[in-house]
Structures are given as structure tokens and as C-alpha cells.
């Protein structure tokens, strides 16, 4: 159990850890839109200013549902709206997503565990990969299982004892605790989250969801 202060702390820290990429890349940008230069170097800076401020915008909006208030509204959830954000996400990041997704009710609460399992997902292929969700209606509840691949795919010792509740041998922080957050929010929901790493495919699942929207 991790108290609840360092929780928000480190959350508020991996918010930021994910954002300080493209809001330096308009830092950077405006820097040298107001150096003197050719026209070339100013085309550059204004190409670099868009792309930082498109993957600012995509992260802010895809955190501010897996993290945020916006993940807690009743009711169905948009689908095309929670595929939406997860693929302008993910254009800032390796992996690329494939979906799979039958199911008679996705709320609000399904897709903030969804875009949570796929941050892990995105953990575990660091040097890219594709990340397959499926997502289906059963007898003991909704499954929604990602099956991550890619070459040198790999299920951290952190992450797997965190999906597990227990605290990682370095202790929790930014990186560590997202895992952790996932269960609780798969808990929250009846559902059983798992991981287990098979040659280069990590397969994360969460069994026996609670049907919601």
C-alpha cells in the first residue's frame, strides 16, 4: 500500500516527465524564431513549433483522460473519441496500436484502464513494436487483454510487482507507481490484472470487469 500523498506526488511527476518533451520542443522553437536567420532556419522553427505543440496537445488530452477527472464521467464512453486520442498519443512514442474491441458496454472507467494498460504497454517495447487490443464481452466479466510485440519486448521486474501490489525493490516513484495505479483502477472496476512475458511478446490482462456504460 503506498500512502496516498506520494501516490498524487509521483503521478503528478509522470504527467510532467511526459510532457516536458514537446513543450521543450516549443521552447526551442520560439528560440529560434527570434534568432536572425534564413529562411531555411526559420522553416525549420516553425515545423519544429507545430510538431511540439500537436504532441503537447495529444499527450495533454490523452493524460487528462488515464489520470484525470475526464475518466471518471458516468456513462458510455466515445469510442472513436478514446481510439482517437490513444493514436495521436502514441504518434509520439514507438509502438503502434491495432484494435480488436466487441463489447456491448465501454464506459468512462473501461477506457481510462485501457490508455493505462497501454502506457505499460509502451513501457515494454521500448524499441517499438505493435500493441494489439482486445477487448470482449464474457461470462465472468469483460476482458480486456493488450498483447504487446516487439523486437527485445520486455516485462520489467518494477512493473510486475507493482501489478502485483507490492512495492519494487528500488521503491515507488514516477516511472514505477503507473503500473500500480493500473491496479487499482482494475480493482476498482472487480476486474484482475496480470502480465507475463513470453519470448519477445509481454501479454497484460485484465479479467472479470465489471460491465459499466
Known amino acids: 500500500m503506498i500512502d496516498p500523498a ?18 521543450s520542443s516549443v521552447t526551442n522553437a520560439l528560440d529560434l524564431m527570434a534568432e536572425p536567420g534564413n529562411e531555411e532556419m526559420q522553416q525549420q522553427a516553425t515545423e519544429l513549433l507545430h510538431d511540439g ?3 503537447a496537445a495529444a499527450r495533454i488530452q490523452f493524460l487528462r483522460y488515464a489520470y484525470g477527472s475526464m475518466g471518471l464521467s458516468d456513462g458510455a464512453a466515445d469510442m472513436h473519441q478514446a481510439k482517437t486520442l490513444t493514436e495521436d498519443f502514441l504518434k509520439g512514442h514507438r509502438p503502434s496500436v491495432e484494435w480488436d474491441i466487441e463489447t456491448e458496454h465501454f464506459s468512462f472507467s473501461h477506457a481510462r484502464l485501457m490508455m ?28 480486456l487483454t ?27 516513484g514516477p ?9 487499482m483502477i482494475s480493482d476498482g472496476l472487480g476486474g484482475a490484472l496480470t502480465a507475463k512475458a513470453n519470448n519477445e ?13
Open 53 to 55: 505543440a500537436e504532441k
Open 201 to 213: 511478446t509481454v501479454i497484460i490482462m485484465a479479467a472479470g470487469i465489471r460491465a459499466q456504460g
Open 175 to 183: 516511472e514505477t507507481v503507473q503500473p500500480y495505479f493500473a491496479r
Open 146 to 172: 493488450l498483447t504487446c510485440d516487439g523486437m527485445r519486448a520486455k516485462l520489467k521486474d518494477a512493473t510486475a510487482k507493482a501489478i502485483m501490489g507490492e512495492e519494487p525493490e528500488e521503491g515507488w
Open 116 to 143: 493505462n494498460l497501454l502506457l505499460m504497454g509502451i513501457d515494454c517495447l521500448p524499441r517499438g513494436g505493435v500493441i494489439n487490443v482486445r477487448v470482449r464481452d464474457e461470462a465472468g466479466g469483460m476482458t
Open 6 to 23: 506520494k501516490l498524487s506526488a509521483f503521478i503528478a511527476s509522470r504527467i510532467c516527465h511526459d510532457l516536458v518533451s514537446p513543450v
